[in-house]
């Protein structure tokens, strides 16, 4: 079982749909956890951080279930340029940190 | 603000050859990670470095080598090359103790063995 699990996808969703990814971890001692974005052949960049208490940025929020080792990616009024592929990421904590990243999630917005 | 620079951006080679990467860290950020990419996969952890040491291993293969140096500057060297390493690699940076532990990466070297 991988470490950091994800929806399989890929999501095709028209434009304007709310879309919610999900990410499952299995390392009860992670602290931080994240959502990257990566399009096509770039580099992953960060979306956004997650906290315990949920978090929210524009039309982005994330939620955090530490007992159920689960977090949350919803976007809402989804566009175009929110197509990408979506990363959970989380670390595990270790020294010298330890960041796994999920087998990622496809979104594609369609117009 | 300056980035995580990597070199080259591209590279080809053929098979048993050997390769060097190259990834300048932000400055001031004290860890270092290499992830290898492969088509349609997720990013698989390599190594990395906390001030200038190796600080933990994920994935890489007896072949692949790295170090940091003074300058904090990261060199990834793979050796005896096969089809299946051509990938993406990212290196990446962070900040030991910042609050938000984020990791930004390059923009990656692309390494193609024929």
């Known amino acids: 079982r991988k470490e950091v699990e994800q929806d399989p996808g890929p999501f095709n969703v028209p434009e304007g749909a709310t879309v919610a990814f999900n990410c499952t971890y299995s390392?009860?001692?992670?602290?931080?956890f994240f959502w990257y974005r990566q399009d096509c052949r770039k580099e992953p960049k960060l979306l956004m951080s997650v906290y315990s208490s949920g978090n929210e940025d524009g039309r982005f929020t994330a939620q955090l279930n530490r007992a159920s080792q689960y977090i949350s990616l919803l976007i809402r009024d989804s566009k175009l340029s929110d197509s990408a592929t979506y990363l959970c990421?989380?670390?595990?904590?270790?020294?010298?940190?330890?960041?796994?990243f999920g087998p990622g999630t496809r979104l594609s917005v369609l117009p | 603000a300056a980035g995580v620079i990597q070199s080259p951006r591209h590279l080809i080679k053929e098979k048993r050859e050997t390769a060097t990467l190259k990834c300048y860290p932000i400055?001031?950020?004290?860890?270092v990670y290499w992830y290898q990419q492969g088509p349609g996969q997720d990013p698989q952890f390599l190594i990395s470095?906390?001030?200038?040491?190796?600080?933990d291993k994920g994935s890489i293969p007896d072949r692949f080598s790295a170090q940091q140096f003074s300058d904090y500057h990261s060199e990834l060297n793979m050796s005896s090359l096969e089809l299946g390493d051509s990938a993406l690699y990212f290196c990446?940076?962070?900040?030991?103790?910042?609050?938000?532990?984020?990791?930004?990466f390059g923009e990656g070297s692309r390494l193609t063995v024929l």
């Open positions: 390392n009860s001692a992670s602290q931080s």
């Open positions: 470095f906390y001030e200038k040491m190796q600080s």
């Open positions: 400055p001031r950020h004290d860890t």
């Open positions: 990446a940076s962070s900040l030991e103790d910042s609050a938000t532990g984020e990791l930004f």
């Open positions: 990421v989380v670390n595990g904590g270790n020294y010298g940190q330890n960041f796994v």
